[in-house]
Every structure is written in structure tokens, then in C-alpha cells.
């Protein structure tokens, strides 16, 4: 599905994930990737990303935070590239997260608790 992600760039503090969630809201935002500092974001929509984005101009100006900013939307070639970029930082993610969990204080092997040989009395 062609046209449905957007790159924003940004300069690092000038805004929030909150500010484009809140700008884009009812418009369909499905998902928005972007770290605080981030020097761009992309903007994924359920449907076209620039019908979505033609509703929030203003006077011919896409206004993010207070500072002016030109959206682009991603087709082509860059939407390839976007969706590589994804596949791979989300597969990274996880990875990182199993790798964690595998030396995560050792669960393996018989665990106290499970039962087994009972309660042991002494014989005189």
C-alpha cells in the first residue's frame, strides 16, 4: 500500500510524539516512529498520507509545536526504504528483548515448589 507514510523533519527538541498524535488526531494515525531528539518522524496512516496531511495545513503551511515544517510524503523508492528500516529495527527490538530475557535470572532445570520426593522423616 503505496502513499501511506509520511517523513517529517524535524530539528531535535522542537516537538513531541504527543503534539503529532494530537495534530493528526481523527485524520487515521496507525502508528508514529520517533525518539525525542530524533532529527525526523514517520507518520504511518490507515489511509492516504496526503489527504491526511492536506486536512491539517494551515494557509498553506504545515505547522508542528509552534514552528513551521514541510512533511513529505514517502512513495516509491523512500517507502521501500522505510519499510526495510522498519522490519529491521523491529526485529532488533525483539532480539534485544530475548536476548535480555535468556540471562534473566536462570529459570532452568527443576524449580523448588514442583512436588517430587515429599516430606522426609527421620528414622530413629
Same mark, same amino acid.
Given at each position: 500500500?503505496? +502513499?501511506?507514510?509520511?517523513?517529517?523533519? %524535524?530539528?531535535?527538541? @522542537?516537538?513531541?510524539?504527543?503534539?503529532?498524535?494530537? %495534530?493528526? @488526531?481523527?485524520? *487515521?494515525?496507525?502508528?508514529?516512529?520517533? !525518539?525525542?531528539?530524533?532529527?525526523?518522524?514517520?507518520?504511518? &496512516?490507515? +489511509?492516504?498520507?496526503? #489527504?491526511? %496531511?492536506? =486536512? /491539517?495545513? /494551515?494557509? #498553506?503551511?504545515?505547522? %508542528?509545536?509552534? =514552528?513551521?515544517?514541510?512533511?513529505? /510524503?514517502?512513495?516509491?523508492?523512500?517507502?521501500?526504504?522505510?519499510?526495510?528500516?522498519?522490519?529491521? #529495527? =523491529?526485529? #532488533?527490538? &525483539? !532480539? =534485544?528483548? !530475548? $536476548?535480555?530475557?535468556?540471562?534473566? *535470572?536462570?529459570? +532452568? +532445570?527443576?524449580?523448588?515448589? $514442583?512436588?517430587?520426593? *515429599?516430606?522426609?522423616?527421620?528414622?530413629?
Amino acid at each position: 500500500s503505496s +502513499g501511506i507514510n509520511a517523513e517529517w523533519p %524535524l530539528r531535535p527538541g @522542537e516537538t513531541s510524539r504527543e503534539d503529532m498524535k494530537t %495534530l493528526f @488526531e481523527g485524520h *487515521g494515525v496507525s502508528w508514529v516512529t520517533f !525518539n525525542k531528539g530524533d532529527p525526523e518522524a514517520y507518520i504511518r &496512516f490507515e +489511509g492516504s498520507a496526503q #489527504e491526511a %496531511l492536506e =486536512k /491539517v495545513r /494551515v494557509d #498553506e503551511k504545515f505547522i %508542528l509545536s509552534g =514552528k513551521e515544517s514541510s512533511p513529505v /510524503v514517502l512513495d516509491g523508492t523512500e517507502e521501500e526504504e522505510y519499510w526495510k528500516k522498519s522490519a529491521y #529495527e =523491529k526485529a #532488533e527490538f &525483539f !532480539n =534485544k528483548k !530475548n $536476548r535480555k530475557r535468556k540471562f534473566d *535470572g536462570a529459570r +532452568g +532445570g527443576r524449580g523448588r515448589g $514442583r512436588g517430587g520426593r *515429599g516430606k522426609r522423616y527421620r528414622r530413629d
